[in-house]
């Protein structure tokens, strides 16, 4: 009796249980109309002021990629209520809602591309190029193009015209702007050799300049216990992270930081890259016979055990790196100080990581591959009745960018698009060994576009010790305020290498065509599994042969045709 | 006969309990089943699957000159059909072990502990076998002390596959292993009695009254997972996998997810998506009527 | 049983023990060194120091978790998910398995009802359609999206449908002589006899509830509703260096712990590890599926 009485009372459970369910989906279905409906308030008539005051409240729904680490808001701040928002939210009206948040990397393109495909789009989001151009080709956006020209403040006009035209042409398809897009510094794009200092002193070594004495300095840190705690535990080089990328491609071209791109560059090869050959006809670098001469180099190293084992296994490059066991990788500006290194010089002090130009092609020359300054893109849901809203949004935060506490990772910005001139790390560059040479003062640096110089300025001479021009580990006092270092040391370190003259490779075209967004994900993936196994000698080095002939049977060729047909435009 | 008279009304009620159970089943799985036109279409998310522009078998067609179908359907049938047969003989060999096994007290013991870890996910396992088989691993460490060069388990596409089924293997023969036991309680005491007397051997009687006792119950199972031979695990080779053993570990449901979800070819997706189902859909159809043929049961 | 004596009979039992007590060690040696790891220094976790003993033994990784509301969070959310699923599903189960229980002279359309359960268990739309089917139905961050996105537990059903079957006829004919009517018959006579199939269904929900994934990363928009095993999922995926900034690099990389993430992995086992010992006796009897009618 008592256990039929249970299984009656289970019942009546669950039915309750569905009966609440019908309710609560009731009650959630109605919060978002709520929210619309002070949006669709219309916006009263005013002038186009980049940077006006709206007079009703506007909302602006995004979606946004979060930092499951970061603890740097203060109590009771949240990634939807912080001093960015509030700021916006203070001076232009604005109030952001989050409709969607996922940690950055996967988890965001994920929540993107489910948003897209659904067609279930937030007011506002940042989006990739594939993202975007799937968008363009569904009807989804805005067109940005009069709201652009009236909207953006003459600052970011002023920084997306550094590019010659580059950010514009990627952002415009069929002469309407559909997007704003960032613009990166070129210094994100070159990638070259960092290198323990302290350890080629330790050996007796010289600074490598090409292939051959990168071979010999990387055995040397393996065989010659470097670290010199009696274990042969060091590796050479460090390989990309799971999931990483050996090369940088025309679709991601920069910061491709632990891959290999400078040994590629140093054979000339650019894989990944749609280049012109001897003829001027396009060709893709990836299949090029340079390529597997680089290939077939990799090999090498790997099978000599110079590149780390787990290569594109480890789940964090920086591992090696960090724990002091890594002598080399190849990488831009800011994975050094800003990578890596400040838990590097943690572990061991007397870690010296200084960055060169390096290897050096058969004349002598250092030869890196471009990248595009548009890898990230604001785009507008259509329909969403203040565009502006977002444009004006990107004004502010960064005309005001230095007003703001900075131990509040700017990673809560709402709709961050990383803004800098082309030449902005290059002037900092300059513009501090000018300051630690007494010729300028912080004063002197109040540039529009460089927000950062004055503050860099008036920061530098509490990390940076005696003698300033030399860069050595030791020459730094990393605690004297370990975030300016982690960016002074990038800075110092990560440019100077790029204050010689270099011969700069660009890609035909970072866009994809039309073909590509059927074919390429597939043939994508053909070539990065064949490069990943003919380096690390699960393929024979002849099965690029094979590769070639599959990437254009499978859609290369055509591929390649169009990409000329854009080329000649 | 008042029997059948008198369930005859019962039928409505029936009904009424099937209703909530239905209710829950057209919304979270027929509703969304009319997604299956996208595999005949060219999916704009801005027309949405009302608006968008039909193609035919357009989509099937592209995936059949695709390489990574070819691969994918191998690799899945190749796992699939591995961890079927494993799942099979090991469970099977340990019950018939255990039902050996004449300290009683012991014998609970190991059953309690073999089919742990049948109950953690494929996130915690994948987190705990990346570590074990990592190059600085455990495994690595015995394999050296037999000089054995350490080697990087989850690069090699050649070994994947098999750690893959070995792993679920290990997960899963514990439970599947009271299958048999369920089946092995089932065989009448009083034939080993009659054998004992009769003076045989225990191999003797392993062979002539326990297999033949639970050889319906092998065959029963065998004809069952017939629509498993498309399920190669997503949860455990997602969390497992990597470019590197793409070649011989991607699956079906994996590069299903990738293409839909990562590179947004929506029908594509999709349309492989169905394929696998019909495919299933007809092996089950087919072990159904086995079953009842040979073994005269009924499945559902 | 018979006893047997022999020498050979007597070195095959202690062969047995030793076999079987081995591959008993084997299961759960794992799940050991996990603890060991979660136990030991992370410098000597990731160089691969720790064997079958933690290294440099301290409870740090334990400390940091206590203060960890978001581990706790959705450790709190996969504990909700877990009672109302199997609740639900304990429900949905036994009103779909009694009736289809029956043959199709007592239920009309017994059969398509049948195979339309078996349909939508192979066949669905893909992703996207079910994400907008649950989108539309408002739960979308909501534990109910948990619950019931998965739809109807057929496996489960059909297990439950073989069992009231291969119960005695004369029960049911009994009851009918009395007079008993359908819903007294399932509540009163059918679930009592049907305890080991539910015991074992309910189990099966408990398990699928608690280490089901996927669908928090799709269904949750937000971090703070993510169930546990998506929480511990993040901790082991991969960081995708190119769509991130520096600063981002830099505190995902700071994330990545051994030791911590395996004391979450060993937390995470726990409430299984606590239940299944109490459930178990029910599984010999409930999995009837593979058992034949005699």
């Known amino acids: 009796m008592s256990k039929s009485k249970k299984c009656i009372q289970i019942l009546l459970a669950g039915m309750l249980i569905v009966l609440t369910a019908c309710s609560n989906s009731s009650s959630s279905k109605e919060s978002p109309n709520s929210s619309t409906k002070e949006a669709e308030t219309p916006a009263v008539q005013k002038e186009a002021d980049p940077f006006g005051k709206s007079e009703e409240p506007i909302t602006i729904k995004i979606g946004k990629e979060i930092d499951a680490s970061d603890k740097s808001l203060p109590a009771g701040d949240s990634p939807e209520s912080n001093q960015y928002t509030r700021y916006i939210k203070d001076k232009l009206n604005i109030d952001t809602k989050i409709i969607w948040q996922a940690a950055a990397g996967k988890d965001y393109e994920q929540k993107i591309n489910l948003s897209i495909a659904s067609d279930d789009l937030p007011d506002a989001l940042v989006v990739n190029e594939t993202q975007f151009r799937q968008m363009v080709k569904s009807g989804q956006l805005e067109d940005l193009t009069d709201v652009y020209n009236e909207y953006a403040s003459p600052t970011i006009k002023g920084i997306i015209e550094t590019t010659k035209g580059l950010a514009l042409k990627s952002v415009t398809i069929d002469e309407k702007m559909y997007a704003l897009p960032n613009v990166t510094p070129e210094s994100d794009m070159v990638h070259y050799m960092w290198i323990r200092k302290d350890w080629l002193d330790k050996l007796g070594l010289q600074t490598p300049k090409t292939i051959d004495e990168l071979e010999k300095v990387a055995k040397a840190f393996v065989e010659q216990d470097p670290d010199g705690n009696g274990k042969a535990d060091t590796v050479g080089i460090t390989g990309p992270q799971l999931g990483g990328n050996i090369n940088a491609d025309f679709i991601n071209p920069n910061s491709n930081n632990y891959g290999?791109?400078?040994?590629?560059?140093?054979?000339?090869?650019?894989?990944?890259?749609?280049?012109?050959?001897?003829?001027?006809?396009?060709?893709?670098?990836?299949?090029?016979?340079?390529?597997?001469?680089?290939?077939?180099?990799?090999?090498?190293?790997?099978?000599?055990?110079?590149?780390?084992?787990?290569?594109?296994i480890r789940k964090d490059a920086q591992e090696l790196i960090k724990n002091g066991t890594s002598g080399i990788y190849f990488g831009v500006w800011w994975s050094g100080g800003y990578g890596p290194l400040g838990d590097a010089i943690q572990n061991n002090p007397k870690a010296n990581w200084q960055a060169y130009a390096v290897p050096l092609d058969i004349n002598g020359e250092f030869t890196p591959h471009m990248g595009n300054p548009s890898n990230q893109y604001l785009v507008v849901r259509k329909g969403y009745e203040h565009p502006e809203a977002a444009i004006q949004m990107q004004n502010l935060l960064f005309r005001d960018e230095s007003k703001f506490d900075v131990n509040v990772a700017i990673s809560n910005y709402p709709l961050r698009l990383v803004f800098a001139s082309m030449d902005v790390m290059d002037v900092t560059y300059k513009m501090m060994k000018e300051v630690l040479a007494g010729t300028k003062k912080p004063e002197d640096l109040n540039l529009p576009g460089y927000n950062l110089l004055k503050t860099d300025a008036e920061n530098i001479k509490k990390v940076k010790l005696e003698p300033y021009d030399n860069y050595d580990i030791q020459y730094w006092n990393p605690n004297a305020d370990i975030g300016v270092w982690k960016r002074m040391y990038s800075t110092l370190v990560g440019i100077s290498p790029l204050q010689q003259p270099y011969k700069k490779t660009y890609s035909v075209t970072y866009s994809q065509t039309k073909t590509m967004e059927r074919r390429w994900a597939a043939l994508d993936k053909l070539e990065k599994e064949t490069f990943l196994k003919i380096i690390m000698g699960a393929e024979p080095i002849d099965s690029f042969d094979q590769f070639v002939l599959d990437w254009k049977k499978q859609g290369g060729d055509q591929i390649i045709a169009e990409v000329d047909e854009v080329a000649k435009q | 006969m008042i029997c059948k008279m008198k369930t005859k009304g019962y039928a409505k009620h029936y009904y009424l309990m099937l209703l909530p159970g239905f209710i829950w089943l057209t919304l979270f799985s027929i509703v969304p089943m009319f997604g299956i036109v996208i595999a005949f279409q060219d999916f704009n998310p801005g027309l949405g699957m009302f608006h968008s522009e039909w193609i035919g078998l357009e989509n099937f067609k592209y995936m059949f000159t695709l390489n990574d179908s070819k691969t994918i359907f191998f690799n899945t049938i190749f796992i699939a059909v591995m961890k079927i047969i494993a799942n099979m003989i090991v469970p099977l060999t340990f019950a018939l072990l255990l039902n050996e096994l004449r300290v009683i007290v012991f014998k609970r013991w190991i059953q309690t502990i073999v089919y742990l870890p049948h109950f953690l996910s494929w996130v915690i396992l994948s987190g705990i076998l990346l570590d074990i088989f990592s190059y600085t691993g455990p495994i690595n460490g015995i394999l050296s002390m037999f000089g054995i060069s350490p080697t990087l388990f989850f690069a090699r596409a050649d070994l994947f596959p098999f750690i893959i089924v070995g792993s679920d293997v290990w997960k899963e023969f514990g439970f599947n292993t009271i299958i048999f036991l369920a089946a092995l309680t089932g065989i009448n005491p009083s034939l080993y009695e009659a054998a004992a007397i009769d003076g045989a051997s225990r191999l003797q009687r392993l062979l002539n009254i326990t297999l033949p006792g639970i050889i319906t119950t092998v065959i029963l199972l065998s004809v069952l997972s017939l629509g498993n031979v498309l399920n190669a695990g997503f949860d455990q080779i997602f969390n497992l996998y990597n470019p590197l053993v793409y070649s011989s570990?991607?699956?079906?449901?994996?590069?299903?997810?990738?293409?839909?979800?990562?590179?947004?070819?929506?029908?594509?997706?999709?349309?492989?998506?169905?394929?696998?189902?019909?495919?299933?859909?007809?092996?089950?159809?087919?072990?159904?009527?086995l079953a009842a043929k040979f073994a005269n049961y009924r499945i559902f | 049983m018979v006893i047997e004596k022999t020498f050979g009979s007597k070195a095959f039992d202690v062969f047995l023990i030793v076999l079987l007590g081995g591959t008993a060690l084997l299961c759960v040696l794992p799940l050991w060194y996990t603890l060991v790891i979660s136990l030991s220094e992370n410098a000597a976790a990731s160089s691969g120091q720790v064997g079958l003993w933690p290294v440099g033994f301290n409870f740090s990784s334990y400390q940091e978790i206590m203060g960890d509301s978001k581990f706790f969070n959705s450790f709190w959310i996969s504990i909700q998910r877990v009672v109302l699923g199997s609740s639900l599903n304990f429900v949905i189960i036994i009103l779909l398995g009694y009736p289809l229980s029956k043959n199709a002279k007592d239920l009309p359309f017994r059969n398509v009802f049948m195979w339309i359960l078996v349909f939508t268990m192979l066949f669905n739309g893909g992703l996207i359609p079910w994400y907008q089917t649950v989108k539309s139905l408002g739960l979308i961050n909501n534990i109910w999206a948990l619950v019931l996105g998965q739809s109807v537990p057929v496996f489960s059903v059909i297990l439950v449908i073989n069992y009231f079957r291969n119960l005695p006829k004369e029960i049911e004919e009994a009851a009918l002589v009395d007079g008993a009517g359908p819903w007294y018959m399932l509540v009163k006579i059918f679930i009592p006899l049907a305890v080991p199939v539910l015991a074992t269904v309910t189990l099966f929900s408990i398990v699928y509830h608690w280490n089901e994934f996927f669908n928090g990363l799709v269904l949750m928009s937000n971090a703070d509703h993510y169930p546990l095993q998506t929480y511990i999922q993040q901790l082991v995926v991969i960081i995708d260096a190119q769509t991130m900034t520096a600063e981002q690099i830099q505190k995902m990389s700071e994330l990545s712990n051994q030791t911590l993430n395996a004391a979450k992995i060993f937390i995470a086992m726990i409430p299984i590890l606590v239940i299944y010992p109490f459930l178990q006796r029910f599984f010999i009897n409930g999995i009837t599926l593979g058992s034949v009618k005699e």
Do not use: C
């Not at chain 2, 979800?261 to 999709?270: C, I, K, P």
């Open chain 2, 249 to 289: 570990g991607d699956i079906i449901d994996t590069w299903v997810y990738r293409t839909g979800l990562l590179n947004l070819q929506y029908g594509l997706a999709t349309a492989m998506g169905l394929l696998k189902s019909v495919i299933s859909f007809t092996l089950i159809t087919i072990s159904y009527f």
């Open chain 1, 260 to 312: 290999f791109d400078p040994i590629f560059a140093s054979f000339h090869s650019y894989p990944g890259y749609w280049l012109k050959d001897s003829n001027g006809k396009t060709t893709y670098g990836s299949i090029q016979p340079e390529t597997k001469q680089a290939l077939s180099t990799l090999r090498d190293f790997y099978t000599k055990g110079l590149i780390d084992r787990e290569m594109s």
